[in-house]
């Protein structure tokens, strides 16, 4: 057991290193060229890229949402399932 737990947190130390290590890599992706270019980009431009974020933003909400649902049907498949087993061993 002592050894598993060492591992742990040994793994643990080296996802959050390389996390914290890499993260300012992201940074100076150039966030304030890229503002700046859309600001001056004209209001078709504008309305492009809110579309895109927009269109950008379905699949991965879509996904959330199915998820959810599942997650929801299934709990109540289970739920019901164990109160007929309880219902059923009361006599």
Known sequence: ??????????????????????????FPQG???CYTQAANSGARMIRALRSGIIILL??????????MFLACRKRNQFHQANTQIENGSDW
């Open 1 to 26: 057991m002592g050894i598993r737990r060492i591992l742990r947190v040994v793994a643990i130390a080296l996802v959050a290193s390389v996390a914290l290590t890499l993260t300012p890599l992201a």
């Open 31 to 33: 966030y304030s060229l």
């Open 58 to 67: 379905i699949p991965p909400l879509s996904l959330c949402l199915g998820a």
